[in-house]
């Protein structure tokens, strides 16, 4: 493997100014300053976090996947109260869903090494599996390749409830089975391929929902580095959390308030926001009858509102106390509810998470937090030798690619492959056609004004035979160049596909069933750091 690094322009203005430029004001530490870690580390030992209990539970939890020696070790070094974490999370895609989790979790494990290594104290890499969301539509596909295009392939499963929590959603086992065959299967017959199904299958025999199929492909990958799993949906973990819960409804308006209000800070200064609200939210869901409902504040009742129930504030911080199981975080407030629980000494985000914890500032300051620091994630692309060839060929920009594909340049080649005189007379036959339509219909319509639009029809009739000509002239220009320009097609399905990153789209599953269950062990050897820039991994 060989690796490079390119800087690629990010389209939210914050974003990028923070990535590459150090732009913190919507922050309290700048994740480039060594300074402010170590500041942030001191501050964090005069904390207390329930580090027993979230020892003991996620032992619990990640026993019935693979425990390991370095995992053990890691539960020890988080009981410890010199230890800090540095976490990160995503949805329990199937088959671990986009490329970008795997990334995600590559940089958590490198990152807490590194930190470790900086700080001289224990640092523990913790994955949080966004369990409790509701939205099905996120992870119930993987994106398979049919005549080397990229195509979603969802998972055929009818639900009784469209806001069940994902670590409620079970499946039939055996339909799960038939269905991931087919997606390895459209990724081509390798010397792997009987590995990964047999891979598949241990994992799928220690799962019966969404998350635990996610928690148990993810363990396996990383279980010799240590990565300590959570599930934000556990009943388990709410009861640790159910503290926190109470204090959330407690600070409910002050929460919405402190985060509209800094909204419109960044509005004033030419930003955008990212977290839609109302004013009346109350950043917490509460499940009512399997469904996760947002929870309301009606001021004029003075209750908060969910979907078939009313409560007062005292009735539902009751609630938070006797059932915090009922209890889950938004997007507003899990990032605090992070915070409480575990000691933070970076938290690894994507791009959109960036935006958005740029909007908690005053909501974390509220309960007197600070956002820890906020490292953008590793972003990879990776690139195959056949593409790399076909690049090579065409004398193509790697970067142009990333950032715009490769149509434009396939655009520019398609025309000067086309015949000059063709087109330019097909230029010239059009503007007589207009020019004499024009001249016909100045004479017919001094007899009947009714044949107007007649003649427009029949002179747009007479074009269009000139567009067939044209249509037939291009197409045999493409197949008889279909070899050369398939080049380019090829190049961005695989590296921008869907106008988009690679990452964005693509399974791992692709690349183990190409280069084996190792292969993520050989990303770990290479020298990535979460810098904001974009890695390319020749392979």
Known sequence: MELLQLQLDIKNKLVHRYVHFGDHSFFHYSFRNKDDLVKRYNELTERTFPRKALANHIREYMSKFSMTKQIESNLQKLENENSVVVIGGQQAGLLTGPLYSIHKMISIVLLAKQ??????????????????????????????????????????????????????????????????????????????TKGILQFLYGCLSKSHTYTEFFVSIVNELFKNYGLLLIDSAHPDLRKIESTYFQLMIEYGEQITDRLLSKQEELLAQGFSKTIETKSSSLQLFHEEREERTLLQYDPGKNLIIGRNIAFTKSDLVKAARENPEKFSNNVVTRPIMQEFLF??????????????????????????????????????????????SDINDLHLSIKNILLNGTEPEKQKTFKSLQNNQIETQLEISR?????????????????????????????????????????????TIIKKHELLLAKFDRINEFLHPFDGLQERCWNVFYFLNQHGL??????????????????????
């Open 518 to 539: 190792d292969f993520i062990d050989r990303l770990l050897e290479l020298p990535f750091t979460c810098n904001g820039n974009h890695y390319l991994v020749k392979l």
């Open 115 to 192: 930190q470790e290594t900086f700080l001289q104290q224990p640092v523990v890499p913790v994955f949080w599996v966004a369990g409790e969301d509701h939205d099905i539509q996120e992870v119930n596909h993987v994106f398979k390749l049919e005549k080397q295009r990229l195509v979603k392939s969802i998972f055929p499963q009818k639900l009784p409830s469209e806001k069940r929590m994902i670590s409620r959603i079970e499946f039939d086992k055996d339909q799960m089975e038939s269905w991931y065959k087919k997606i390895i299967a459209s990724f081509g017959e390798t010397e792997h």
């Open 431 to 475: 503007q007589v056609i207009r020019e004499q339509y024009d001249k016909l219909a100045n004479t017919i319509i001094t007899y009947d004004k009714g044949l107007e639009k007649i003649i427009q029809k029949n002179a747009q009739f007479v074009l269009s035979q000139l567009e067939f000509l044209k249509n037939k002239t291009d197409e």
């Open 343 to 388: 000691p933070t000494i970076a938290f690894v985000a994507g791009p959109g998470e960036i935006a958005y914890w740029a909007e908690l500032k005053s909501c974390f300051e509220l309960f007197g937090l600070k956002i820890p620091p906020v490292f953008p994630r590793i972003n990879i692309s990776f690139l195959e030798r056949n593409i790399e």
